[in-house]
């Protein structure tokens, strides 16, 4: 008997808290303030003092030079916060890219030459009759592939990821997971297993066809508190919607989106279509000047965000956790240009290159134009907002299309081409890749690929603007630290196992990417 409750004492530390040599944790409540730049973080704290992210920074160690380690767009964004990787390991550079490996959601059979888009954004939803989502995917949108016997089937999100997630190992030691996020595709954090996340909520933010909560910053405050009633229900050990549910999850959190459309918008609510936002409608949002000083629709998304992070911090005192709960804010990308000077969409890149004198006669030209025009089947792709991920129909025009942005780079408003050694140096070879891009176009810093009225901001890119975000890791025992030396956000993955106690290596991107634990957080 004593040695059954020895063994069975083991176990639990093994789960809930003896990492020797950093913070210790019984939960951890990771947060993604989508768009939250460093900046912002110093920024508000200094402004604000007595702010909720002021509180945690105080009562933790602030990250001032993290880095997404890729592209920054939100898949990949996330999946370094929860995998430990880039798309190196985890396979994925866009929600809506390109695999040469699959087909068509109408190719039942998989017939035919394979290569198609794998879009895994809100047009996956299940819709109703008026264009609501009913917040679950639709297997009919689904990109086809082919499973280990050969059957042509639907590929979700989380069978596309190449590698397995922090909620995954956690819920394989023991623990409970909990995750909410802005589109049902986020089932992306489930993992190959599909059952990584015990209680997923996607309310989704962006309906096709109805209402876009995005278009107006109050409406996207509405959606992101639907996400934080269910972390405020989950911290008293319900599960999100308020049922009784198993106790409050060893690993569980959000991403707030406020932030995000707050930074993006061009005019607030243009359209009216959020009927209760009559405070900022036709206001600008983005920031004012270079040093980050927000608009008026700015500063209210982070400071309805920080409330909400209040919220949070209460809760967790009010059910005796917050001293065992690690809590970490930080965000799956930035957002560019900061400085609204800098500002430029000339329209999408493969458009620009159709209008060069020869777009409608180079080889090279042709090449891109196609790949830009191709909706569905083995035709290419590109992918493009201040970047441009580009999959070509044929790749051994690859050389030659890259000597072409290159030699109209000023034109196209291109600052770096990568393709061929360059882009071997910090992706996998897209000779042998299925998902790695032929060339990666990062266009000059403020230039987005786009004509929208709608927008004066984009991440995806990897411009500081894009890539240097907010990373605060709050917890007992750290003390106000600031830490400037570069990190990536990938390590807060292998850091959040660390604090419970679980092995880091039990993440695949951790082994393969040799990923570590974020430094400083020592005893």
């Known amino acids: 008997m004593r040695n059954l409750l020895v063994g069975s004492l083991l176990v639990l530390s093994s789960i809930f808290g003896v990492a020797q040599d950093g913070p210790r944790a019984k939960h951890v409540l990771l947060v993604s303030v989508d768009g939250l730049h460093a900046l912002d973080v110093a920024n508000y704290i200094y402004k604000y003092p007595k702010s909720a992210l002021s509180e945690l920074a105080h009562r933790g160690t602030t990250f001032t030079n993290a880095r997404t380690p890729a592209n ?22 866009y929600d809506v890219s390109y695999d040469r490996s699959l087909y068509d959601p109408t190719n039942t059979t998989c017939a035919g030459s394979p290569g198609n888009l794998l879009t895994f954004d809100e047009s996956i939803d299940l819709y109703n009759s008026a264009n609501v989502s009913q917040d679950v995917i639709d297997p009919a949108r689904l990109p086809r592939g082919k499973d280990s016997h050969g059957n042509c089937v639907a590929i979700y999100p989380s069978q ?3 590698t397995n997630t922090i909620f995954e190992v956690v819920r394989a030691a023991g623990g409970h997971t909990a995750w909410a ?23 989704e933010i962006t309906n096709v066809g109805g209402l876009d909560d995005t278009a107006s910053v109050v409406c996207t405050v509405e959606n992101d508190a639907l996400k934080v009633q269910g972390i405020l229900n989950e911290i008293q050990g319900k599960k999100h919607d308020g049922a009784p549910g198993p106790g409050v999850p060893a690993v569980f959190g959000m991403n707030f989106q406020a932030v995000s459309v707050g930074q993006k918008l061009e005019k607030d609510n243009s359209d009216g279509s959020c009927v209760d936002d009559t405070t900022f409608v036709g206001q600008a949002g983005g920031y004012t000047d270079g040093a980050g000083t927000p608009t008026g629709v700015l500063a209210y998304a982070l400071q309805k965000t ?54 409608a006669t180079n080889p090279a030209a042709i090449a891109l134009v196609s790949a830009g025009n191709c909706s569905t089947g083995p035709c290419g792709a590109i992918s493009d907002d201040d970047v441009a991920l580009i999959w070509l129909a044929d790749q ?13 780079a000023s034109a196209l408003f291109i ?39 709608k927008k004066n901001a984009e991440h995806g890119g990897f411009s ?29 993955a292998p850091t959040i196992l660390h604090a419970l ?13 040799k990923t570590s634990v974020l430094p400083g957080l020592g005893n």
């Open 501 to 513: 106690g679980i092995d880091t290596k039990a993440l695949r991107s951790v082994r393969v990417e």
């Open 181 to 203: 996020d802005k589109h049902p595709a986020y089932d992306l954090v489930n993992g190959n297993s599909r059952h990584g996340v015990e209680d997923l909520y996607t309310p």
């Open 396 to 408: 051994k025009m690859t050389a030659k299309v890259a000597a072409y942005l290159n030699a109209n």
């Open 72 to 93: 920054s767009d939100s898949f990949p964004g996330l999946l370094a916060l929860v995998t430990g990787g880039s798309p190196i390991s985890h396979g994925f550079f």
């Open 464 to 492: 500081y603007g894009d890539t240097n975000v907010g990373l605060i890791v709050s917890g007992p025992g750290l003390h106000g630290d600031a830490i400037k030396t570069p990190v990536a956000t990938s390590q807060v």
């Open 306 to 359: 920080d409330a909400a992070l209040a919220s949070m911090i209460k809760a967790l005192k009010d059910q005796g956790i917050y001293d065992s709960t690690l809590f970490i804010v930080t965000a799956k990308h930035g957002q560019s240009p900061i400085n609204p000077v800098k500002v430029n969409k000339p329209g999408h890149l493969a458009d620009l290159v159709a209008a060069l004198p020869d777009g």
């Open 415 to 453: 600052d770096e081409v990568m393709s061929g050694s360059e882009l071997r140096l910090k992706f996998n070879n897209p000779a042998t890749d299925s998902r790695t891009p032929d060339i990666i176009v990062q266009p000059v810093y403020g230039t987005i690929y786009t004509t929208s009225s």
């Open 160 to 162: 596309a990821l190449r």
